[in-house]
């Protein structure tokens, strides 16, 4: 999987960045960049984005267990597999940056 790089500006959410759920290990590494005054947090979920009728603000999205309430740079990986990753922004007007890296093998 290619990495990669969303980014938010102000009060937000960006879009949900799937997963694959086959690699084994599933292993996501994390970084979060801010730029002026802004707190995120990093969320993921177990819902189906694929999904015809998702819908991301409808879904159950859940807090990564260190990487919540923040407005410092930041790391953190996910060791077990969850779909999707977003990056939720509900303060500030400055600017946080995701990347996202996803290692393993691709499982048959």
Request: no cysteine.
């Amino acid at each position: 999987m290619r990495p990669i790089t969303v980014s938010v500006t102000g009060v937000g959410d960006s879009a949900p960045q799937p997963m694959d759920t086959v690699r084994n290990p599933f292993q996501v590494g994390f970084g979060v960049i801010v730029d002026g005054t802004i707190t995120y947090t990093v969320q993921h979920t177990f819902d189906d984005i694929w999904d015809e009728d998702f819908v991301a603000a409808s879904a159950t999205w859940f807090d990564h267990p260190s990487v919540a309430d923040l407005s410092a740079n930041e790391d953190g990986n996910y060791a077990f597999p969850v779909r999707a990753i977003r990056l939720h922004t509900p303060a500030g007007t400055g600017t946080a940056t995701l990347k996202l890296i996803q290692a393993g093998h691709r499982g048959a």
